[in-house]
């Protein structure tokens, strides 16, 4: 895994980590086992943290490579990972569950009990970083 640093000298990894850790319970679990996954599939992934601010001060983890692959968001009764071009990858799993309307983006709300299918999140995953990779050489 790639790593970058944010201009204070935190690294977006440590800030994920904060953030994994404040969730705390299944949404901290949750989004650390994403990550794990994100991480296995794509082991030349860039983490990075986007949309600091002062209501959510340790932003939102995103997964880069050639481009946003996806983000990890947090909810009351949600992690949410959103795929940045999910309408146009395959999805024979039907992982995506959430954000369906849209041209660009799809997501997958992960919900307290879900169990993550890694295998087909994997394989979702790959693809978005292959797209990317097409993208940025096309």
């Not at 650390?32 to 994100?38: E, F």
């Not at 992982?95 to 169990?115: C, K, M």
Request: hydrophobic share 40%; aromatic share 6%.
């Amino acid at each position: 895994m790639v790593k970058s640093t944010s201009n204070n000298g935190t690294s977006p990894s440590q800030l994920i980590d904060a953030k994994i850790e404040k969730l705390g319970g299944w949404r901290g679990e949750t989004l650390a086992a994403i990550r794990k996954i994100i991480q296995q599939a794509c082991p030349d992934v860039v983490e990075t943290v986007k949309w600091r601010k002062p209501s959510n001060p340790l932003g939102v983890p995103v997964w880069e490579r050639d481009g946003i692959i996806c983000t990890g968001e947090s909810y009351k009764s949600a992690v949410k990972m959103t795929f940045a071009h999910g309408a146009k990858l395959k999805d024979p799993a039907k992982l995506f569950n959430a954000s369906l309307d849209g041209n660009v983006r799809r997501a997958i709300d992960f919900h307290e009990g879900d169990t993550i299918d890694a295998k087909a999140l994997k394989a979702l995953i790959r693809e978005a970083a292959a797209f990317n990779t097409s993208k940025a050489k096309g």
